[in-house]
């Protein structure tokens, strides 16, 4: 029995590891796109359980132990491969990196939608939640205010993922463009909530 067909006994039939050491045996091919790595559809709605299944399946194949007697080159590209699964698991688990890689995907550099043009109602409320957030510590209970402002921070998040799958699905880019800057934009506030938080429970 062959090396490949011994290790196909031994993995699930969602096998692209297989191929990825079919490949170390022989030419790589780095061109697949994240979604491909992972047999997932090209769309910005991800089944994480199932998109943490198979990253975990692609590492196990990968890991030098199997690797340990073979030949270096074999080895050299098992450890790029290695770094590959975990970049496109690292993109496609969060909501803003897979948006902006569709994006790329799409023919949109980073530059391009970091100059999207916001309306100005999105940047004035984002002006009066990052007031709310600077007035916290003037407040004798700001635990609770804290509490509504990060839900409502984390509402318009899942708001503008919405706007950005549906624009992206009916291939208008410069919408899904607009509602990433704007995931962009929200998600630092969130980030920015989050260290108050700890400021707080700190003091």
């Known amino acids: 029995m062959s090396r490949q067909n011994a290790v196909a006994e031994r993995v699930s039939p969602y096998n692209p590891a297989l191929l990825i ?6 030419s790589p091919n780095f061109s697949q796109n994240y979604f491909e790595l992972f047999d997932l559809p090209v769309q910005f709605s991800v089944d994480t359980e199932l998109l943490g299944q198979r990253y975990r399946q692609l590492q196990q194949e990968l890991h030098p132990d199997r690797f340990a007697a073979a030949a270096g080159h074999e080895q050299r590209v098992a450890v790029q491969y290695s770094a590959l699964v975990n970049e496109a ?3 496609l688990r969060s909501p803003l990196k897979r948006a902006l890689y569709l994006l790329e995907l799409g023919g949109m550099s980073e530059q391009e939608v970091s100059a999207q043009q916001l309306d100005g109602g999105f940047l004035m409320e984002q002006m009066e939640l990052r007031e709310k957030l600077e007035s916290l510590h003037d407040l004798v209970d700001p635990d609770t205010v804290l509490e509504h402002l990060v839900s409502e921070i984390s509402g318009d998040i899942t708001t503008h993922q919405a706007e950005f799958a549906s624009a992206y699905q009916q291939s208008d880019l410069s919408a899904a463009a607009s ?19 700890a400021d707080l429970m700190e003091s």
């Not at 050491?21 to 022989?26: L, N």
């Not at 962009?184 to 938080?197: D, G, I, N, S, W």
């Open 89 to 91: 698991y690292a993109t």
């Open 21 to 26: 050491r079919a490949r170390a045996m022989s």
């Open 179 to 197: 509602a990433c800057v704007k995931m962009q934009y929200l998600q630092k506030l969130l980030q920015e909530a989050e260290q108050v938080e």
